[in-house]
């Protein structure tokens, strides 16, 4: 065994002790490390300097109580986090998610992944994560609004323009980006963009809501471009239809493919005519709304299936975009994906792939790009957000978007190079995870031990 597979086996020794009852932030953990193997051989001073032990630690995690009013007049409380992950780069930099499963496991997965995803980018940002257990479905607008500002009245301690800068992620839209920012502004009494992801209006940057499902397209665009391929005339499978989805179909229309399903938790529809755009606006409208349930597409249009609690993998498909959730691709997923001819698969959610399924893709060939590439597009947009807000100018949908194809662009070809200069082309995985550690990693180094 080298030292540098000890020293790996070490470290995750050292995670599974600290972090017991995590599953979701040792996923992520194993898979860097994993990767890493390699660059640590090769590169002794990031053991030297403890780099991983360091890395795999939060810089500071926030637990706090969060009390609101309902309608009812009755007092709920919900517990919240914010996960400083590493700053090594720029301010902490991540979004917030409102779900019901929100916990410490789950926000330290999507914190970790987030750092190297950021340091992707090209753009200064530090990694964060934070959220709550608040289930935003089914609560009126002013239980949304009593929540949010609620929640902010203590994050707003923590958080500031050159500091941590949240931005949404699932339950957090448009709306809850409003009533966070106003509660904000009230209590520090300053304008600032201390949140990406504003509406266009009051700071906001053109193309931010498309950026994450418009990217994660692009992404895949140039992995197919490596074979000389296209989406063109592509089936495509989509699962969620929430922002990511709902852009991430859009894209796939304008380049001539053709997207064949949707989901949401309660199940999935398969619309073998294609979901076009007036279908796409439908959807837009029930969604982001009347924030109705996706079975209502099936009821709406003719020849569409609805697979109650079912995941949108057993379609024949030549892409998929899983755009939902964490863990949404299983082994048995993933090989029946395989099987249907799938030859793509572009994450524009946060690891929605298990271990097992990730294997089944890399054995299989399948163009796979993972989320912290494919799905960078959003946080990537959110840094040129805060370029605009410090500057206090606002660019065009024309700038804004062709600065976010650059960086998938280059997101492509630094996960594309580094895979292939430690041997392992083709393997996006590895190479995202060693181009994003790099950076990082000597950043670290060269700020001592803070
Ligand atoms: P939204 O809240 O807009 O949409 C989420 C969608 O996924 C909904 O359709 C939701 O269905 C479904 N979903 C969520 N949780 C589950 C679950 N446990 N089981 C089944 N379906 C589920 O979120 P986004 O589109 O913003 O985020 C989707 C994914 O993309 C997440 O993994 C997020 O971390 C990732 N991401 C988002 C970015 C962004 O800019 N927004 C940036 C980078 C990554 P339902 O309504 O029934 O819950």
Redesign the pocket.
């Known amino acids: 065994m080298s030292s540098a597979t000890t020293y790996i086996q070490s470290i995750m020794d050292l995670a599974k002790s600290r972090n017991a009852g995590e599953p979701e932030f040792l996923q992520a953990v194993t898979e860097v490390l994993e990767s890493l193997l390699p660059v640590l051989e090769q590169t002794p001073k990031y053991r030297e300097h403890h780099i991983l032990e360091r890395i795999i630690e939060p810089e500071r995690v926030i637990i706090f109580r969060v009390p609101w009013i309902d309608d009812k007049g009755q007092i709920q409380v919900n517990r919240a986090f914010r996960i400083e992950m590493n700053s090594a780069i720029g301010p902490y930099k991540g ?1 917030l ?3 019901p ?1 929100v916990n410490l496991s789950i926000l330290k997965f ?1 914190a970790f992944e987030q750092v190297f ?1 950021n340091s992707l980018t090209t753009l200064p940002m530090g990694g964060g994560k934070g959220g709550a257990d608040f289930d935003p ?1 089914g609560k009126s607008d002013n239980e949304v609004m009593r929540f949010c500002q609620s929640f902010m009245t203590e994050l707003s301690r923590h958080i500031g323009p050159n500091t941590d800068i949240p ?7 448009g709306r809850e980006i409003g009533y966070l920012f106003g509660q904000y502004k009230r209590l520090r009494n300053e304008f600032t963009g201390v949140l990406t ?1 504003k509406n266009i209006r009051w700071g906001g940057s053109l193309i ?2 498309e ?3 418009y ?1 994660a397209v692009y992404f895949a665009q140039n992995m197919l471009a490596t074979q000389n391929d296209s989406i063109e005339g592509k089936i495509c499978a989509v ?8 852009f991430t179909v859009e894209k796939v229309n304008q380049l001539g493919g053709k997207c064949v399903t ?5 199940g999935t529809i398969y619309d073998p005519h294609g979901i076009d755009d007036e279908k796409l606006s439908y959807v837009m409208e029930l ?1 982001n709304v009347r ?1 109705g ?2 079975k209502e597409y099936a009821d709406t249009f003719k020849g569409v299936q609805y697979y109650e609690g079912k ?1 949108p993998w057993g379609v024949t498909c030549d892409c998929a975009f ?5 863990n ?1 691709i299983s082994e048995e997923d993933a090989k029946t994906l395989v099987k249907n001819g799938c030859k793509l698969v572009s994450e ?5 792939t298990e271990a097992g399924g990730v294997d089944v893709f890399l054995e299989a060939k399948v163009l796979y790009g993972p ?1 912290k590439a494919a ?5 990537a ?2 840094g040129l957000e805060m370029a605009q807000n410090a500057t206090h100018t606002n660019w065009s949908r024309e700038e804004v978007d062709g600065r976010l194809q650059y960086i998938m662009e280059s997101i492509h070809q630094q996960a594309k190079e580094a895979a292939g200069r430690y041997g392992m082309g083709g393997n996006y995985v590895a190479g995202a995870n060693i181009a994003g550690f790099v950076k990082v990693a000597d950043s670290m180094i060269d700020q001592g031990a803070v």
């Open positions: 979004g998610r409102f779900h499963s999507l995803k479905k931005a949404g992620d699932i339950g957090v839209g992801g931010r809501p950026a994450t499902g990217g699962s969620g239809s929430g922002n990511v989805a709902q949707l989901s949401d938790s309660g969604k924030r349930r996706i995941r899983p755009s939902a959730t964490q949404e524009g959610a946060n690891m929605p989320g799905n960078a597009g959003g946080v947009v959110s």
